[in-house]
């Protein structure tokens, strides 16, 4: 790599690490060490190939999707965690504090789904993708995203019915982009 591909590349991860590594934080269900692994892998690739990415973001991004859709697939079935109840959930509703732990409830409820399901979430929600190009991106059918997709919802409401109280009808109830004011 010349010296100018090196400084546009650490230019690069200066100004977007940040953001990829919220993508990345929440593919891997908050695991702050996998989650720095899989970007590390993801800059790693992309330093291989930098001269010739024409479009450097999308390119990471999809390197990230590839390395969870990997992890989760040779995992096989993912075991599920056991954690504790949640607290009581107090926050009125219009206090600030209210928004950061209904960030951290939908952090924890999201880790209670497999790898899969929360892949597909955040695919489809935080990353606001259409089903054909989460269908894509996952080598599955429109049909297996859409079905995942709902069954990961359901999934979500029932293990984690505090995020309805605290999100008082605005995270999970409606509208595809339901997921993306909510990011833990």
Request: hydrophobic letters at 40%; glycine letters at 6%.
């Amino acid at each position: 790599m010349d010296s100018a591909s090196e400084a546009s590349f650490r230019e690069f991860v200066e100004s977007r690490s940040s953001v990829l590594l919220r993508v990345a934080l929440l593919l891997s269900g908050g695991d702050r060490g996998a989650a720095e692994d899989l970007l590390q892998n993801a800059l790693i690739k992309a330093a291989g190939r930098w001269q010739r990415i024409e479009e450097p973001e999308a390119y990471v991004r999809q390197v990230l999707y590839r390395q969870q859709i990997s992890r989760w697939r040779l995992r096989g079935r993912a075991r599920e965690h056991s954690v504790a109840e949640p607290p009581e959930l107090t926050t009125p509703a219009g206090d600030a504090a209210h928004a950061v732990e209904l960030r951290l409830v939908m952090g924890k409820a999201l880790r209670r789904l497999t790898a899969r399901q929360r892949t597909m979430l955040v695919l489809r929600y935080y990353e606001d993708l259409p089903e054909a190009d989460v269908a894509e991106l996952l080598g599955c059918s429109v049909g297996t995203v859409r079905s995942t997709t709902r069954r990961s919802l359901a999934k979500l409401r029932t293990m984690a019915p505090e995020l309805s109280a605290l999100a008082s009808g605005d995270a999970l109830k409606g509208g595809p982009n339901h997921l993306t004011e909510v990011r833990p």
